[in-house]
Structures are given as structure tokens and as C-alpha cells.
């Protein structure tokens, strides 16, 4: 269950971006995670929900967006989202749409990012 340890290094990431910026609370967190990164947004979302219990991410909006895998092909030269086969979860098949070719280079779609965090700080707050 590698959500378990993606989901404590993204509040570990939020909180101490959050405590560099005197941050009071983190209000939204925004979150890519690429199709090819093999977590489950579900079960990432869970242990998010788990995690930022008692901090100041407690009550945060948490975002999560899937991210497709983009690929180029040398065999016939596209360059766009690819055909993903996911039916194994731990080695999926990624080919090109329109020659069918496994031999690609993916250009994203592997990566969990913490893309955006927004936060007050003590003079954001209203008495």
C-alpha cells in the first residue's frame, strides 16, 4: 500500500511549506497524479483524509487530478495522450493510439505533484 507513504510525504511537503510561509491554516491543496504513478486517487484521498487529522490541513480542500500519460512515437510520429492498458495494475501496457506501437517515450503521466497549496497567515484572519 504505497498510497500510505505518498500520502504522508504530500503532508509532510504541505506542512512544512506551510510552516516556511507562517501559514495559520492550509485552506486547499492541489494535487496531479499521473496515471502511470499507480496510486489509487481514492485511496490517496483516504489517507490524505486520515493523515491531516489534528494539523492545520485538517480542514483543507484537497484537489486530486489524474494526469494521462503523454507519449511520443518514433514509429509513426504522434505525440499525444497514449492507450493504457490497465489490466495489470503493476505493469500496465502503454502503446500509441494510432500504430499500436509499445516502443514509445512517455513524456508524462509518472509523476505525483503537489501542485498548488494555498494558506492564510495570522494577518489573513479576521478578528
Known amino acids: 500500500m504505497h498510497e500510505l507513504s505518498m500520502a504522508q510525504g504530500i503532508i509532510d511537503a504541505v506542512l512544512k511549506t506551510a510552516e516556511e510561509n ?3 491554516e ?3 491543496v492541489s494535487i496531479e497524479i499521473g496515471r502511470l504513478a ?3 486517487p481514492e485511496q490517496l484521498r483516504f489517507m490524505l483524509s486520515v493523515l491531516v487529522e489534528n494539523t492545520i490541513v485538517e480542514n483543507a480542500k484537497i484537489e486530486i487530478e489524474e494526469i494521462p500519460v503523454e507519449i511520443d512515437c ?3 510520429g504522434f505525440h ?3 492507450i493504457l492498458d ?3 495494475h503493476y505493469a500496465p501496457m502503454v502503446s500509441c493510439p494510432k500504430c499500436d506501437n509499445k516502443r514509445i517515450s512517455i513524456l508524462n503521466g509518472k509523476d505525483c505533484i503537489v501542485k498548488n497549496i494555498v494558506i492564510e497567515k495570522p494577518d489573513d484572519k479576521e478578528d
Do not use: K, Q, R, Y
Open 22 to 24: 507562517d501559514a495559520v
Open 26 to 28: 492550509v485552506t486547499e
Open 38 to 40: 499507480m496510486i489509487n
Open 74 to 76: 518514433p514509429e509513426c
Open 80 to 82: 499525444g495522450n497514449a
Open 86 to 88: 490497465d489490466l495489470d
